[in-house]
């Protein structure tokens, strides 16, 4: 005699939708319609986490970066400068001491408000301490007159 035995091992996988359970709700809609309940769907399938969409943000115009100075964008973190005519350049906003954000460019140099720290626009060098270490570069394309990040 065989005995055909079938195994059925049900495989339920995780997908752990989480039915919005109402845990505040007071309000109902009077619409007497009933809505089937719609459960958010939230894929695992995008291979990178990185959320953010840095590159390829546009920045400024380039009439926004004075020639010989620059224009700080504290959203972005990022100063960008003119140190000649048509030349751009861009660093972090973030001060290599302790890590304030830069406040102005004034007279050739990105200042930092926290301790007094300079850093020269050209290369983000240091031109005046406690900072000991330069300003580090950030990627900008100029196209036409539009800087963008990346
Ligand atoms: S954090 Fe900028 S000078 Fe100290």
């Not at 505040?24 to 319609?33: A, E, K, L």
Request: glycine residues 12%.
């Amino acid at each position: 005699m065989t005995d055909g035995s079938t195994r059925r091992s049900v495989l339920t996988t995780g997908t752990a939708a989480l039915a919005a359970t109402c845990v505040g709700c007071s309000n109902y809609n009077d619409n007497g319609s009933s809505s089937s309940s719609e459960t958010p769907v939230s894929s695992g399938a995008s291979a990178s986490g990185a959320a953010s969409a840095t590159a390829g943000e546009a920045l400024a115009q380039t009439s926004e970066i004075p020639e010989g100075g620059g224009t700080i964008f504290k959203d972005q973190k990022i100063v960008v400068t003119q140190p000649t005519k048509g030349e751009f350049k861009a660093f972090s906003a973030i001060c290599t001491h302790q890590g304030c954000t830069v406040n102005q460019v004034v007279d050739g140099t990105i200042d930092c408000p926290c301790h007094g720290s300079k850093f020269h626009i050209a290369d983000g060098s240091v031109a005046h301490g406690p900072a000991t270490r330069p300003l580090p570069a950030e990627s900008i394309t100029v196209t036409g007159n539009s800087i963008t990040m990346g």
